[in-house]
């Protein structure tokens, strides 16, 4: 079975258009990760993996390789291949393998989007040495912070995350980006955004040194309903701290709203392409148009027949409506 290989847009000013490479298999498990994050847009994880050897679905090189080049030419105007989308990508022990084979097929930079969990193990950060960008998520700097927004699988420790990030730092190999999730809350619950946290995140991401730091909070519907979106005027005031302490080079602010360029794309078919695109990310239902390029006369069916279908579900959220893959 092959592994998706799904092209859409990231969220980020920083890599344009990409295609993303999903490094577990359709049908195998909703979700592979390690951390059970609040915000995250998938949902919950029904099962979370304390190892790589216990992820289920992997793909193997030879599957991404060639679904690598079975998929690419049928996207123009790409910036970046990416592994990210419905699990942790480093929990794939044959990560360093593929994006050095990638290479020999594609002139694209390659990027790896992770939450940072196994930063700390040395053979992850070999794993990572070759990529061209690392864009990895840090949301606070005091553990306890971290693990009520994170909620990481037992075991795992911000200590060796944040030293993992600054080892990775000092290797010769990708510039390192760090995304910090901002959040709020509709209830008493630990937040990032206080300026005890902001003050400590400054610290550690000092320690760290990265090439650029992304400041950004939620947009699709989190796992949490009581998480909600950190206003644009508090965001401001923090990326404006930010500026001060490592340049307005190095700091990137995404706020809602923000255009992308459209690409061209050959579809074979729409219906996986449509599903593949919800399911790596909840979209509504100009984003599954605008992502895809495709008319919304023609869009109205499938989306129809997969809600019919069971395969995706509508989720209402103060942005507009959702829709999610079951």
């Known amino acids: 079975m092959k592994p998706r290989i799904i092209y859409g847009p990231i969220l980020s000013r920083r890599l344009g258009r990409s295609l993303g490479i999903d490094v577990i298999k359709r049908g195998e498990t909703k979700k592979n990760c390690n951390f059970d994050c609040v915000y995250c847009q998938l949902g919950h994880v029904d ?59 594609s002139d694209l930079p390659v990027c790896v989007i992770t939450n940072s969990s196994l930063m700390g193990e040395e053979k992850v950060r070999d794993n990572l040495k070759n990529a061209d960008l690392v864009v990895a998520t840090l949301v606070s700097g005091n553990e306890k912070t971290f693990k009520a927004i994170n909620r990481p699988v037992e075991g795992i420790k911000l200590e060796e995350i944040i030293e993992g990030l600054k080892a990775l730092k000092k290797l010769d190999g990708p510039k390192l980006a760090i995304e910090v999730m901002f959040i709020g809350s509709s209830k008493e619950y630990p937040v990032n955004t206080t300026d005890e ?42 990326a404006q701290k930010f500026d001060e302490s490592f340049g307005r080079h190095r700091v990137r602010l ?13 579809h074979e078919n729409l ?7 919800i399911l790596r990310r909840p979209c509504t239902f100009k984003q599954t148009s605008s992502s895809l390029d495709i008319d919304e006369t023609d869009l109205l069916p499938i989306i129809g027949n997969l809600l019919a279908e069971g395969r995706i579900i509508e989720i209402e959220s103060k942005n507009g409506k959702y829709y999610r893959a079951t």
């Open 47 to 105: 099962k979370m993996v304390s190892r790589p050897e216990d992820a289920k679905g992997i793909v193997t090189t030879e599957e991404v390789v060639e679904g690598l080049k079975n998929y690419h030419r049928k996207v123009e105007d790409l910036d970046y291949i990416t592994f990210s989308g419905t699990c942790e990508p480093t929990l794939n022990l044959n990560l360093g393998e593929m994006i050095r084979e990638i290479k020999n097929i």
């Open 197 to 238: 946290e902001i003050d400590k995140l400054i610290e550690v991401l000092t320690a760290i040194d990265p090439d650029e730091i992304e400041v950004l909070t939620t947009s699709r519907p989190p796992a949490e309903d009581f998480i909600v979106p950190v206003p644009d005027s508090r965001l401001k005031e923090i």
């Open 254 to 266: 995404v706020l809602k709203g923000l255009k992308r360029k459209r690409s061209s794309i050959q």
């Open 271 to 277: 219906v996986d392409e449509v599903y593949d695109l």
